[in-house]
């Protein structure tokens, strides 16, 4: 539908309205009831951003107050106009239409037609495009989220056997290995955690010392802190609190890394080079983590049974020499290795679940941003399950573990 | 800008790549439906169409970035497949990709992307590698910038860097996705320029997706072009042809650059 330019000019009655205030955004409106069913109004001064929704709202007003009668509105003496106005007309065209009532325009000024030229009417349909859309019913919700957990758990599944497939190539193969450098894996994941997981092993043994002396004082017991210290930290909180340290440190950073190689066509590149993603990128993290968590594991192990013994000594009495004696009385090799075989599974599943986030980033840089933090949350959750799968499986082992 | 003279005696010669009833999509949404055209050796193709058409998921197909519901893309007489699917790691070494972004590997210098095909297909020594990279580097203009990171780099001299990387090996094929998207009008001649001098020198064939049609009808021998309506090809010939004598109204409107639907006294009637 077009606007009409008809050059009409019907004597007006003047009652306008005076803006106060600022000079640069004065409008004025003004009415006149034709003699038949015609209304007219006249629009002049500027209309612009700032003044656009109170011209609007008085045009609604004189319109809905008149609703038997067709509105043809006078540009004539409009100075200024932009989108705001634009925006204006469409919703008068939308009041009359609703009222069934004609809308025309009159004497508009070439400058304002070109605006107008872009609009066509009937097709111009913003009412809601600012809301978000609109979600599927709650059936349709589950039945796609029923769909979502069965595809993510194929998936996970998919990826765990291409990696050991890659894995298995590649170890059998050393010869045609291509990996990303390894060294700088290890590096990355295991020498540059050695700061963090041995302050944090000190402190967990520290705090563990702390909170048993005071127990233990009680019943004249002090020296089995050794005990308590040495076995917690061994069995369960050195390979826990290393395997959590890096999943935060090296699992969201795969995550992270590969995420963002997935938007920037990398992996494609990959791809088409004739370089399978998987042997190239996640067979070396998987190697490189599951060989840096046992290192790591130890030296937290070492530095949390240190940490108890500082507290021993400090609050109970206990001499260094006493401390390691009684440790060496109930520690056996069986617990670190315990504490090890954790670790090195708590490693392949931090790569593995970390390289599969990153290989899910689909979109944007949000994308990225949710797949780090899953990655990060699915590790602590699949570690504490390992963890206590372990726990029962060492509990019913057969003697050879129990040495 | 003279194009250079392709063998065009496709009759007997088979042709480098022949794509067959190709039908692809994603889901249940179809892109492209039977699709067939060949390409012959030593020619510079360029598929170009409006935006939608389907131009780069015909390109992810013929590198097999995308697994085609029906039909197939041979190269040198062998199906392309993802690797995933079995495809060969041979026929993916004859390939040379650019990608419209580049794909650099971001966390390699531009050397160590050049070098990467190379440390990974050959057995050459580190000093082979080092003088194959420097050569390909100043076939596209880049010595010098051998020690910079991607991210240290314009967007132009990224896609030359891509280019050197997807030449490394002196692949048969060069597949180009938008090259000169992005780019200025001059980097865009230079990099027209330094395609032209490869199939010259090298005789690889090319097949670009485009739509500049300054590079189109600077260095193209053949255009096939896609709509999105048709799900296939509409026009296929040399850029000059279809230029002027194509009664397609839709290949006159992208040929003359005018609107769709606009009249423009360059149309030839």
């Given at each position: 539908?077009?606007?009409?330019?008809a050059?009409?000019n019907l004597?007006?009655?003047q009652?306008?309205?005076?803006h106060?205030?600022?000079?640069d955004?004065?409008?004025?409106?003004?009415?006149?009831?034709?003699a038949f069913?015609d209304?007219?109004?006249s629009l002049?001064g500027k209309?612009?951003m700032?003044?656009a929704?109170?011209?609007r709202?008085?045009?609604?007003?004189?319109i809905?107050a008149e609703p038997l009668r067709?509105?043809?509105?006078?540009?004539?003496?409009?100075e200024?106009?932009?989108?705001?106005g634009?925006?204006?007309?469409?919703?008068m065209?939308?009041?009359?239409?609703?009222?069934?009532n004609?809308?025309?325009?009159d004497?508009?000024?070439?400058?304002?037609?070109?605006?107008?030229d872009?609009?066509?009417?009937?097709?111009?349909?913003?009412?809601?495009i600012?809301?978000?859309?609109?979600?599927?019913?709650l059936?349709?919700q589950?039945?796609?989220g029923a769909l979502n957990?069965?595809?993510?758990g194929?998936d996970?599944?998919?990826?765990?056997?291409g990696a050991?497939?890659?894995?298995i190539k590649?170890?059998?193969h050393?010869?045609?290995?291509?990996?990303d450098?390894?060294?700088?894996?290890?590096?990355k994941?295991?020498?540059d955690?050695?700061?963090?997981v041995?302050?944090?092993?000190?402190l967990?043994?520290?705090?563990?010392?702390f909170?048993?002396?005071?127990?233990?004082?009680?019943?004249g017991?002090?020296i089995?802190?050794?005990?308590?210290?040495?076995?917690?930290?061994?069995?369960e909180?050195?390979?826990?609190?290393?395997?959590?340290?890096v999943s935060g440190r090296s699992?969201a950073?795969?995550?992270?890394?590969?995420g963002t190689?997935?938007?920037n066509?990398?992996?494609?590149?990959?791809?088409?080079?004739?370089?399978?993603p998987?042997?190239?990128?996640?067979?070396?993290?998987?190697i490189a983590?599951?060989?840096?968590?046992?290192?790591?594991?130890l030296i937290?192990d070492l530095?949390?049974?240190?940490?108890?013994?500082?507290?021993?000594?400090?609050?109970?009495?206990?001499?260094?020499?006493?401390?390691f004696?009684q440790?060496h009385?109930v520690?056996?090799?069986?617990?670190?290795?315990?504490?090890?075989?954790?670790?090195?599974?708590?490693?392949?599943?931090i790569?593995?679940?970390g390289?599969?986030?990153g290989?899910?980033?689909?979109?944007?840089a949000?994308?990225v941003?949710?797949?780090?933090t899953?990655?990060?949350?699915t590790c602590?959750f699949?570690?504490?399950v390992?963890d206590?799968?372990?726990?029962?499986l060492?509990?019913?082992?057969?003697?050879?573990?129990?040495s | 800008?003279?194009?250079?003279?392709?063998?065009?005696?496709?009759?007997s010669?088979?042709?480098i790549?022949?794509?067959?009833?190709?039908?692809?999509?994603?889901?249940?949404?179809?892109?492209?439906?039977?699709?067939?055209?060949?390409v012959h050796?030593?020619?510079?193709?360029?598929?170009?169409?409006?935006?939608?058409?389907?131009?780069?998921?015909l390109f992810?197909?013929?590198?097999?970035?995308?697994?085609?519901?029906?039909?197939?893309v041979?190269i040198?007489g062998e199906?392309?497949?993802?690797?995933?699917d079995g495809g060969?790691?041979?026929?993916?070494?004859?390939?040379?990709?650019?990608?419209?972004?580049?794909?650099?590997?971001?966390s390699?210098?531009?050397?160590e992307?050049?070098?990467?095909?190379?440390?990974?297909?050959?057995?050459?020594?580190?000093?082979?590698i080092?003088?194959?990279v420097a050569l390909?580097?100043?076939h596209?203009?880049?010595?010098?910038?051998a020690?910079?990171?991607?991210s240290?780099?314009?967007?132009?001299?990224?896609?030359?860097?891509?280019?050197?990387?997807?030449?490394?090996l002196?692949?048969?094929?060069?597949?180009?996705?938008?090259?000169s998207a992005?780019?200025?009008?001059?980097?865009?001649?230079?990099?027209?320029?330094?395609?032209?001098?490869?199939?010259a020198t090298?005789?690889t064939t090319?097949?670009?997706?485009?739509?500049?049609?300054?590079s189109?009808?600077?260095?193209?021998?053949?255009?096939?072009?896609?709509?999105?309506k048709?799900?296939g090809i509409?026009?296929?010939?040399k850029?000059e042809?279809?230029?002027?004598?194509s009664d397609?109204?839709?290949?006159?409107?992208?040929?003359?650059?005018?609107?769709?639907?606009?009249k423009?006294?360059?149309?030839?009637?």
């Amino acid at each position: 539908m077009r606007w009409d330019t008809a050059h009409e000019n019907l004597p007006k009655a003047q009652f306008s309205e005076e803006h106060d205030g600022k000079i640069d955004s004065t409008y004025s409106i003004s009415i006149e009831k034709g003699a038949f069913d015609d209304l007219h109004i006249s629009l002049s001064g500027k209309i612009s951003m700032d003044t656009a929704e109170l011209v609007r709202e008085e045009l609604v007003k004189i319109i809905e107050a008149e609703p038997l009668r067709n509105v043809v509105l006078d540009l004539a003496r409009v100075e200024y106009f932009d989108s705001s106005g634009t925006a204006i007309l469409v919703e008068m065209f939308q009041v009359c239409a609703r009222l069934n009532n004609k809308l025309k325009l009159d004497n508009v000024p070439a400058r304002i037609q070109g605006l107008l030229d872009f609009v066509d009417f009937k097709e111009f349909d913003s009412a809601g495009i600012l809301q978000p859309r609109s979600q599927p019913s709650l059936l349709i919700q589950l039945g796609e989220g029923a769909l979502n957990v069965y595809t993510t758990g194929r998936d996970i599944l998919a990826f765990i056997g291409g990696a050991v497939e890659a894995l298995i190539k590649d170890l059998s193969h050393p010869g045609k290995l291509r990996w990303d450098g390894l060294s700088k894996l290890v590096e990355k994941s295991g020498t540059d955690a050695v700061p963090i997981v041995t302050i944090l092993s000190f402190l967990m043994g520290a705090i563990l010392a702390f909170q048993a002396a005071i127990q233990l004082r009680k019943f004249g017991a002090n020296i089995f802190v050794a005990d308590l210290v040495g076995l917690s930290i061994v069995l369960e909180m050195g390979p826990l609190l290393t395997g959590l340290i890096v999943s935060g440190r090296s699992g969201a950073a795969f995550a992270a890394h590969i995420g963002t190689m997935q938007l920037n066509e990398e992996v494609d590149a990959l791809r088409v080079m004739g370089i399978d993603p998987m042997r190239y990128l996640v067979s070396p993290r998987i190697i490189a983590v599951a060989f840096s968590v046992p290192c790591l594991t130890l030296i937290g192990d070492l530095a949390g049974i240190i940490g108890g013994c500082v507290v021993a000594v400090l609050s109970l009495d206990i001499t260094p020499t006493g401390y390691f004696n009684q440790l060496h009385k109930v520690l056996e090799l069986s617990d670190v290795l315990k504490g090890l075989t954790k670790s090195i599974v708590f490693g392949i599943e931090i790569a593995m679940i970390g390289c599969l986030r990153g290989f899910q980033v689909r979109g944007g840089a949000e994308s990225v941003g949710s797949a780090t933090t899953s990655a990060v949350v699915t590790c602590i959750f699949i570690l504490t399950v390992t963890d206590a799968i372990f726990s029962i499986l060492f509990y019913y082992s057969p003697p050879v573990f129990k040495s | 800008m003279e194009r250079s003279a392709s063998s065009t005696d496709g009759g007997s010669v088979a042709p480098i790549i022949s794509v067959r009833n190709l039908t692809v999509g994603y889901g249940d949404e179809i892109i492209l439906r039977e699709v067939s055209f060949d390409v012959h050796q030593g020619e510079v193709l360029a598929v170009l169409g409006r935006s939608g058409c389907g131009k780069s998921t015909l390109f992810k197909a013929m590198i097999g970035l995308v697994e085609p519901k029906q039909g197939e893309v041979m190269i040198d007489g062998e199906r392309v497949r993802s690797l995933a699917d079995g495809g060969s790691e041979g026929l993916l070494r004859n390939i040379g990709v650019l990608f419209q972004s580049g794909a650099l590997f971001s966390s390699m210098t531009v050397a160590e992307n050049v070098a990467f095909p190379l440390q990974q297909y050959t057995t050459l020594a580190e000093r082979n590698i080092e003088q194959v990279v420097a050569l390909k580097l100043s076939h596209v203009g880049l010595t010098g910038c051998a020690k910079y990171l991607p991210s240290e780099l314009s967007g132009g001299m990224q896609k030359r860097a891509a280019l050197a990387r997807a030449m490394a090996l002196d692949p048969k094929l060069l597949f180009f996705d938008e090259p000169s998207a992005g780019l200025d009008p001059v980097t865009s001649a230079e990099l027209d320029m330094t395609i032209l001098k490869i199939t010259a020198t090298l005789g690889t064939t090319i097949v670009m997706v485009t739509h500049e049609l300054a590079s189109i009808f600077g260095i193209a021998n053949r255009v096939i072009m896609l709509d999105a309506k048709e799900k296939g090809i509409i026009a296929q010939g040399k850029p000059e042809e279809l230029k002027t004598s194509s009664d397609d109204l839709r290949v006159k409107e992208f040929f003359n650059r005018t609107a769709a639907g606009e009249k423009s006294e360059s149309l030839p009637e």
